[in-house]
């Protein structure tokens, strides 16, 4: 049972417009969730993170949304830029220390 | 510094060999974490240490057995390896045993 679910293998995007990826998730005892970019050969890169208690959480160009009653979240980047192409992962935690990961979402943005 | 570190980058071993991965954290982080990534499939927890114990070990097979020497270190030690646990190994780190969880630049393992 996949807790975590990003439905978008991918998703392809004009430079200057808005990216948005989503997220679904099953656990309703999730209380934390992250967004990850992670390039070829690097370990993922922490982006913007939001408490259950929350709705949305901003940070420059990336903001994330959270749908508690859906069970959905989404991250929001704008504008694109060319060098935001890479994986997204959505992750979610209910328990200290443990993790859960969607499958990801191949972000291109192109010139 | 807000880096982890991770050595080698690099891993070729047999399936009768013993090696060992080190990661290094100097952010005062006090939880530190083992994952395993194969290719177009999401991280998976292996192991979790929360002020230098064990405190998640999600059933993982008994031939990688993690160490914390100390709240910076964290070794993981590699013995009669399969083929199939050949896959990128990620070293994380976070403040407490909360996330957000801060990753390393990965070793690429591969068993032959």
């Known amino acids: 049972d996949q807790q975590v679910k990003q439905n978008s293998p991918s998703l392809s995007v004009q430079e200057g417009r808005i990216s948005i990826l989503n997220c679904d998730y099953t656990?309703?005892?999730?209380?934390?969730f992250l967004w990850y970019k992670k390039y070829p050969a690097e370990g993922p890169t922490f982006l913007i993170s939001i408490s259950s208690i929350k709705d949305k959480n901003e940070d420059g160009r990336f903001t994330v949304f959270l749908n508690k009653s859906a069970k959905h979240l989404s991250l929001h980047i704008v504008p694109s830029q060319p060098g935001d192409s890479a994986v997204y992962f959505c992750?979610?935690?209910?328990?200290?220390?443990?993790?859960?990961f969607g499958d990801g979402t191949t972000l291109t943005v192109k010139p | 510094d807000t880096e982890v570190t991770q050595t080698p980058k690099h891993l070729v071993m047999g399936m009768t060999n013993k090696k060992s991965l080190k990661c290094e954290q100097h952010?005062?982080?006090?939880?530190m974490y083992w994952y395993k990534q194969k290719a177009k499939k999401p991280p998976e927890l292996m192991f979790v240490?929360?002020?230098?114990?064990?405190?998640i070990n999600e059933s993982v097979p008994s031939r990688f057995s993690p160490e914390c020497p100390n709240s910076s270190l964290l070794n993981l030690h590699l013995h009669a390896l399969q083929p199939e646990d050949s896959a990128l190994y990620l070293c994380?780190?976070?403040?407490?045993?909360?996330?957000?969880?801060?990753f390393g630049p990965g070793t690429r393992l591969t068993v032959l």
């Open positions: 240490y929360s002020y230098e114990k064990l405190s």
């Open positions: 992750a979610a935690s209910a328990n200290a220390g443990k993790s859960t």
């Open positions: 656990n309703s005892m999730f209380d934390y």
């Open positions: 994380a780190s976070s403040q407490g045993a909360k996330p957000p969880w801060f």
């Open positions: 952010m005062g982080h006090r939880a």
